[in-house]
């Protein structure tokens, strides 16, 4: 008998897709996997689906698989790392889970599991549909869209990345049937009539890409009722994952799942550590009662949700749609190797942060020292130029005579091939008027102050934003103090009704222009982690008042910056800062200006920078103020441009710096000519001699590597590659001047 019902509910969901289950390619674990490594080849690995022979649907590119029963109801049932055949699920959950009008709903999911600590196939056969929860009634195919346009800006970018990203989408979709909401009523004694909820369904939505070990997600409220309803919460990922160790005592800090998951619902940080303040969490699972832990707090249930609201008001005829989240399978705990496997993931899926354009921050915005910058950058190189903070620049003048002036300036930057900005404050500052956020009793704002983006201010702010991009034809925005994710209690902004909807009212307002930044191609340079929502660059990470120290002090944080902002970002990804004239104090023994007095530190600061392939804010009135200047910096931007394909691509971790002994980066881009630089400094007083084991198994050599010292044809050898999975190395014997540096080119 419950092979009848599963055949039936099977035949129910594949022909109202339109399609049979018979039809698709029956899935062959061992004939599926990839071998290689993804980080130095695609393998040709395309997303599809498949069926199992007992009729579960397998989403796959041979790198992962995700595994779905498609009967008693729709739900995860495998999640699998191919490559090194590991399994990341334990147990079976919800797809998701939706509030509305006050009643918590399941999407799919199977009951039944007699324990939560592995999942057996043959317990599948037995286990059942949540009667209340929204049931499967189809599941459809197409290829992955792109989430909003991009507006390329070739110029800035080593190589072109494609948009949207090659892949599958695979979408499921759920009802509610008479049964279920017979059920509902009772649950939460609802007397009124709930039939409208028949005309709601829920679409689970997931992305896989091609040659990538990434899962994305999220959920879409469908209103076809007659009724508006109300969206109080949802959860768009419920994942009952392996737990990566067991501790018996309590323990401060768990090792958590191998998973990276990223959000585009992220405020509040300068790395993706900011998300588990807005929409993802490893929770305690509490039906896990055979776990390890004597308390049962293991955190291994992945969920994602709002921390607040959304409180969404979906009118007849209309949807709602989640957030998103992206799911990096590792298949090694080496950090390096994870790391790089986090930065090509954002990579590809934010690709405008590769343009990586040279930039400086010019401390006026009259009509004179812009322009004397402009003529600057065009003279050595530059290709961008920002009207920095406290340069007069102000996008909430809309005056006409402010517009055409910056209008001009813009025309006149567009002619020398030049793109201009400027700089704008929102949060932390006080606006006054009942616009700022109100908050709940004993919290205060990130900053100190803020207003609020739903309060008039707010939405007149954004308006002038548009308004003033749209009028000047300006290529940059800095906006700094971006939206932290601060609620607010109060019932007199017009863009939100109270505190459940302010957060997500407020985020929509500024991702909104974002996006639209985005299709324009105006560049965005947010100190806040917006990247999945169009924005380009954040610091790199650095204290300001670093740029205060003494001047030698700054060549070496510098680099140390850079060395650990690299963990977790591509050197395009962060800017860093160069105070050209004095910043927050140090006086003389500090600033750079006179710039013709302080050549060396000058020129290390260059090197430093662009021998990183990492793009600073220059900041000042000047680039240069004598030939000799000049030269120096032309040599770094021409430096750059040369090799800007390898510069921008990944930085493998030498040696940090720390002032005693040389340090070291290494670039590497598998697909390119150029498959390594090595970059090389030594901070002492005295010329050293070292002997570097450089990892190369990042650059996707093997066998011998021709290494090139500096622009010398003369001076090529090659080395023999010891060959030890990613440990390989090439061991090179350098010689390092004092107080300087050396590079060399891999191929």
Known sequence: MKLIILIIAVFFITSINGQSVSNLPIWDKQQATLNGDWLLSKNGSKSAIYITQNNKLVFSNGLVSRTFSLAPNGATVGLELLTNDQSFLRSVRPEGEVEINGMRLNIGGLTGQPIQNYLLPEWLETMKSDPSAFQLVNYAMTEVKARFPWKKRKEWMSKELPWPLPGKEL????KLNAAAITLIAAKYLKNENLEYLKAISAEVHYELYDGMPVFSKWIRIVNQSAAEITINTFKSEILAATESESAVDTKKKWELPNITVESDYNFGGMTNESLYRSSIAWNIDTLYKTQVSYERTTPCLLEAYPKYGPDQKIQSGQSFESFRIWELIHSSWDREYK??????????????????????????SQDEPVKKAIDQCVEVGFEMVIMTFGSGFDVENETPQNLDRMKKLADYAHSKGIALGGYSLLASRQVGGGDDVVMPNGMSPTFGNSPCLESKWGINY????????????????????SYPGDICISKEHPGHRGLEDSQWNQFQRITNFYKWCREKGIYLNVPDYYFLSGSNKTGMGYRETNWSLPRAQQEIIERQNIYDGTWDKTPSMGWMFVPLVEYQGGGDQATIEPLKDHLPHYAQRLANLFGAGVQACYRGPQLYDVPETKAIVAKWVAFYKKHRQILDGDIIHIRRPDGRDYDAILHVDPAGTEKGLLMVYNPLDIAITRTISVPVYYTGIKGAVKVQEQEDQSKISTIRIISDGLSDKATLTINIPAKGFTYFILK
């Open 171 to 174: 979408v499921f979709t759920y």
């Open 339 to 364: 790391s790089l496997e986090h930065r090509r993931m954002l990579r590809a899926l934010a690709p405008w942060t590769t343009e990586n354009p040279i930039l400086m921050h010019v401390s006026g």
């Open 462 to 481: 954004f308006r002038q934003l548009y308004n003033f991009y749209e009028k000047t034809g300006l290529d940059i925005l800095e906006h700094d103090g």
